[in-house]
């Protein structure tokens, strides 16, 4: 993986943002700022008035909203969204370029791709890595993958809503990495209003605990680096190593964390669900080994 850079010149043309959301409507502001005319398409049209006044073009239906770009930028809910616009304006996608920025599974990128081609058009899928209010600025980033020469065709226009990382030619991939960086992202917004809940039943407010559980969470990232061999190393070297801390141990705190979250009355699935993971790999003989082991309970569900 690398940032995907490109030497073609390309003026500000025009592209086409279907789906006016938070982050559409980020985008939108975004190429206008840069350029680009910009014709927008929303099932609600309401929710373009913003950025009808910022510059962008209503379109009335999703086949002109289609018809006003070769590029056609999609953020919608799911992909199910994008059929329901553009079923009925196939017949315009010929020659056209769909980037999909909409989450949904890998299977369904793929699909729409093939659906794509069947039409006519090329299709990247895309994953955005920042909320709305960031898209445009130097902190963005967006996963990328599909056929390399359409990357290659707009990815200068695409660097203006965030670097683009290009991934490769499966359609499926970028949305892999985005729903694998989300796996991570939710789970830890979970953990977190878990962890929030625990502490309020001790009188400490949502302001005091939040602080303190973030800064943990900061630093979760160098204490896994901290080791002699990353988790990483270790995971693709299929060596589990327990000198310092083992599944016993850590399967023990996953008790207590249930134990307590019992006691409290609270919501047990998310205890639940990680105790499961060390159970699991002690039942399976490796209690010794390092947390990393855990990764067994994820890869060959009991
Ligand atoms: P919203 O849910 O606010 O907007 C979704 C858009 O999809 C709206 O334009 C909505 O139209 C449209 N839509 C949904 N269902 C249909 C349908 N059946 N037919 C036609 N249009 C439909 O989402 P966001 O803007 O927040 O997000 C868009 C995408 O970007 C999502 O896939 C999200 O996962 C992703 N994303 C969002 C981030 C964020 O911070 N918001 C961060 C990173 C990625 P209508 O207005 O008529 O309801």
Redesign the pocket.
């Known amino acids: 993986m690398n940032e995907h850079h490109d030497t073609a010149t390309t003026k500000a043309g025009p592209v086409t943002v279907i789906?006016?959301?938070?982050?559409?409507q980020a985008m939108t502001r975004t190429l206008l700022a840069a350029g680009h005319p910009v014709t927008v398409y929303?099932?609600?049209a309401a929710?373009a008035d913003g950025v009808v006044a910022d510059g962008a073009a209503l379109a009335a239906t999703p086949r002109d909203a289609v018809e006003a770009s070769e590029l056609v930028v999609l953020?919608?809910?799911?992909y199910?969204?994008m059929y329901?616009?553009l079923d009925g304006a196939t017949a315009s996608l010929t020659g056209r370029t769909l980037v999909n920025?909409?989450?949904d599974t890998p299977d369904r990128s793929r699909q729409a791709a093939a659906w794509a081609s069947g039409h006519d058009a090329s299709f990247l899928t895309g994953g955005?890595?920042?909320?709305?209010p960031m898209v445009g600025t130097p902190a963005s980033h967006i996963y990328f993958s599909g056929p390399h020469e359409v990357m290659d065709r707009h990815s200068p226009t695409l660097a203006l809503l965030g670097t683009p990382r290009y991934l490769g030619d499966d359609p499926g991939l970028a949305q892999m990495m985005y729903q694998a960086q989300l796996t991570v992202f939710l789970a830890g917004l979970s953990a977190l209003m878990h962890a929030t809940a625990m502490l309020g039943t001790a009188g400490l407010k949502a302001t005091e605990a939040l602080p303190e559980l973030l800064a943990f969470a900061d630093s979760i990232g160098d204490i896994l680096r901290a080791g002699e061999q990353t988790p990483g190393t270790a995971l693709d070297a299929g060596e589990h190593p327990g000198h310092l801390s083992t599944v016993t141990m850590m399967g023990a705190t996953a008790d207590h964390i249930v134990e307590t979250t019992a006691s409290l009355g609270l919501d047990l699935a998310l205890p639940r669900a990680i105790q499961a993971h060390y159970r699991h790999a002690i039942a399976n003989g490796h209690g010794n080994d390092n947390w990393t082991r855990i990764i067994d309970s994820v890869r060959r569900p009991q």
């Open positions: 789906g006016l959301g938070p982050m559409g929303n099932r609600t929710r953020s919608l809910t799911d199910q969204a329901d616009l920025l909409s989450s955005v890595m920042v909320p709305a």
